[in-house]
């Protein structure tokens, strides 16, 4: 019997797509379902990347590309993060991906071996465990519950960069909570790592401009510059610009993470499509209104959410400034039932919610963190209300 190679045992479905598969199967049915599920923006860029990308394929050259990333990408990419205050960096620090997630998986290839420890704070977005996992890899996880914010300590930094991790990994803001480090936060986590040179830092912060109340970005590279040579930063287009489907992930770090990584894309994707390329450099280089104008649309909506659950006794939610999710502690809810489903948990709670209320959300433990759940706020406004309103009234009728 002819067998698949062993890693395939390791590797897992992603969680959150399997909750929007329902949902969809739900709604193919005639039922009528509201999707806080799945992380996508639901709004589309701007013109000026749909001309560009037009452009591009009038005078396409049908030609392979650079397998690091065409320069004029580079070049556009170099200056969104100046913008952000990362400077000091070139071409030769870059490299690219079909999407971040694609970027992760590479950057596990290039610096973990079978064996090696990756560390990173619990909620986690659930693709840290599933990459970790296939690489075989051993995973430390930094629980961080809702009682402190959902935000990784001094101490607890410290006392797993004791264990000497190969990696840390570390997501700001986040995905599932939406919590945002402050500049003091990040600044006091900095100090801990420069104790421990030994290991790879990589900073996944594909939501660094989709931060609410004034809150500015902020790395530890930024905080202590001696860190650049072994950090790197990940980012994507796929959240700012509305473009989850056209797939351009990208990295900044030391140079021999960046030839690594090239060297691997030389090696299956070999480039990054011509079109996808313009589109891309028009959205960092053109117009920025419509990713500010989203940005309060999502701040508004993250009230009227934190406003909705707060009416709901028992539930438990730091309150988020970034991104577009909330990760409320709904454990106040297991050992309860609704219409005789008993709700052990928050798969259970999950599974209810659905069925008898057509309300999708991704169960926390997907995330690491069991006692909450997922609610991405971007379907379109008019259902954001009538879907919170179905969750107080699940709620509500809990025996």
């Not at 067998?3 to 739900?26: D, F, Q, Y």
């Not at 973990?112 to 990173?120: M, W």
């Not at 104790?195 to 902020?218: A, C, H, V």
């Not at 419509?290 to 993250?302: I, P, W």
Request: aromatic letters at 10%.
């Amino acid at each position: 019997m002819l067998k698949l190679a062993g890693r395939m045992g390791r590797a897992k479905p992603s969680a959150i797509m399997a909750v929007a598969e329902k949902a969809k199967k739900l709604k193919a049915t005639g039922r009528d379902v509201i999707s806080f599920s799945i992380g996508v923006p639901n709004f589309l860029p701007g013109e000026h990347v749909y001309q560009a990308a037009r452009d591009a394929l009038a005078k396409d050259s049908g030609q392979y590309g650079s397998n690091r990333g065409a320069d004029a990408l580079l070049d556009a990419f170099l200056k969104h993060m100046e913008q952000l205050g990362l400077t000091g960096y070139t071409r030769a620090n870059l490299s690219t991906g079909i999407g971040a997630k694609h970027v992760l998986y590479n950057l596990a290839e290039v610096l973990l071996d079978e064996g090696d420890t990756i560390a990173f704070p619990a909620p986690y977005w659930t693709s840290y465990v599933d990459i970790a996992e296939i690489v075989n890899a051993r995973i430390l996880e930094l629980p961080c519950p809702a009682s402190q914010d959902y935000k990784l300590t001094v101490e607890q930094l410290d006392a797993a960069l004791a264990t000497r991790p190969k990696v840390f990994l570390f997501n700001n803001p986040s995905n599932p909570t939406g919590m945002v480090y402050t500049k003091d936060e990040v600044i006091a986590l900095a100090e801990v790592l420069v104790k421990y040179p030994d290991t790879w830092i990589i900073t996944d912060d594909i939501y660094n401009r989709m931060l609410f109340d004034g809150l500015e970005y902020y790395n530890f590279v930024q905080a202590r510059p001696e860190l650049r040579e072994r950090t790197v930063f990940v980012d994507s287009l796929s959240k700012t610009y509305g473009m989850p489907g056209w797939r351009v992930g990208f990295m900044a770090g030391p140079e021999s993470v960046a030839q690594a990584v090239t060297t691997l894309n030389s090696n299956h994707i070999t480039n990054i499509p011509e079109v996808t390329t313009a589109a891309a450099i028009a959205a960092l280089s053109g117009p920025q209104d419509v990713t500010e104008a989203k940005n309060l649309e999502f701040q508004g909506k993250r009230d009227q959410v934190m406003a909705a659950l707060a009416a709901i006794p028992g539930v438990v939610c730091p309150r988020p400034q970034g991104a577009f999710y909330v990760f409320p502690d709904i454990s106040c809810a297991f050992g309860k039932s609704h219409n005789g489903a008993v709700i052990n948990n928050d798969i259970d709670f999950c599974s209810a919610l659905l069925e008898a209320k057509g309300v999708a959300c991704v169960p926390g433990s997907a995330f690491g963190e069991p006692r909450a759940l997922r609610i991405s706020y971007t379907c379109p406004t008019p259902q954001l209300a009538p879907g919170m309103q179905r969750i107080q009234e699940f709620f509500a009728e809990l025996v």
